[in-house]
């Protein structure tokens, strides 16, 4: 029986994996600073995961999660052997799934809507969150229960309760009851789901790097097991990549359209300008009034004074 391959903490948290040799030379080719589909592409390589899947395959891991231990260090319970082609195929087909919902969207809060119904589907949670770091501060970016009030309000500064705490640290935190008595949870009186029993949260990474944190909870009590815990890590370890890839495009997107917002009010400033022979400070005032009488953007309005000059334009004789 082959030895299993070490991966470097950062590829997957420094999880073993069982391959053959063709896939050891595979790993071996890999690039120094691998993108999340050049993770995917490996691992989907790679035949089996050991000790982070017994029995995969996304729509029965949780009915089998429990028929097939993997060894701790506190249970003597023997791993089962999963060496059958069917095994294999249902790792690689479960590896496929997490790819396939996250490479399907692009904009980021569908990439995280995908991680929190996957995520959902797979350990059969009452209440699972993703939280995006954003400079110093955890943000709420998506939520299996709708919260419309609080997603992209809510921030967690590093080290403030038990989330803050597993991006501080960057180690899962698993409490299977009374998880308000935990001496690090702080109670966020406008998420309900802060009074739940069980509380499993687990760090996401890129490249060694905190990105976010991936929170589970149950109402009522309930034993994260070895095999839960791992598997919410490597999905935390596959979806980092793609999470900074898609804040890191949305960040760019928005910037882009504040860099043509200000053309088009610098453009219209200057039309009102030459127009009604005022200053730049009282044709951006002007901008400014008509914006909040109208109840119209700043580049609403903008957009309409350079569509006015362009039309009069149009009209003159040449």
Known sequence: MEQPLAIESGWLGGAPVVAPQSTRRLFARRPQHPSGADILRFILGAIRIQSVLTVVGPLRFHQQLHKHPVKTQNSSTQPAELETPDSRQQDIEFLHEIGTRIATAHELHAVLERIVNFVSSILQCDSCFVYVLEQDRLVLRASKNPHTDVVDQLGISVGQG??????????????PAKALRDPR????HSLPEDLFEAFLSV??????KLVGVINVQHRKPYHHTAEEVRLLSMIGFLVGAEIERARLESENIELSAQLETRKLVDRAKSILQNDLHIKEEEAYLALQQESRQRRKSMREIAEAVVLSDELRRKRQPS
């Open 203 to 208: 760090p996401i990474l890129c490249r060694g």
């Open 185 to 188: 949870f702080k109670l966020v």
């Open 162 to 175: 038990i989330t803050g705490w597993v991006a501080e640290h960057l180690k899962p935190a698993a409490i």
